[in-house]
């Protein structure tokens, strides 16, 4: 299942280094996996690195966001 970007929102930022953490893991497993050759489901790969990204961007986001709400107040 493929997280959506409202899902990641939601979290704390705690949860989502740990949902980070448990993806990168998966991955780590899933190439592997596909190494030797077990690999049953290949499109996983694509959709668990894709997660990654999203939570990725919307940290980014958010520390973007922040950011330019301090830089607005100090003017």
Not at 46 to 67: C, F, G, N, P, Y
């Amino acid at each position: 299942m493929t997280l959506k970007p409202d899902e990641i929102r939601k979290m704390s930022p705690e949860e989502r280094m740990r949902k980070l953490r448990e993806l990168r893991a998966e991955l780590i497993k899933l190439r592997t996996q596909a190494y030797l050759g077990t690999l049953t489901n290949v499109g996983r790969i694509k959709q668990v690195r894709k997660d990654i990204a999203r939570i990725l961007t919307i940290m980014r986001e958010e520390e973007l966001k922040s950011t330019q709400g301090k830089k607005g107040s100090k003017s």
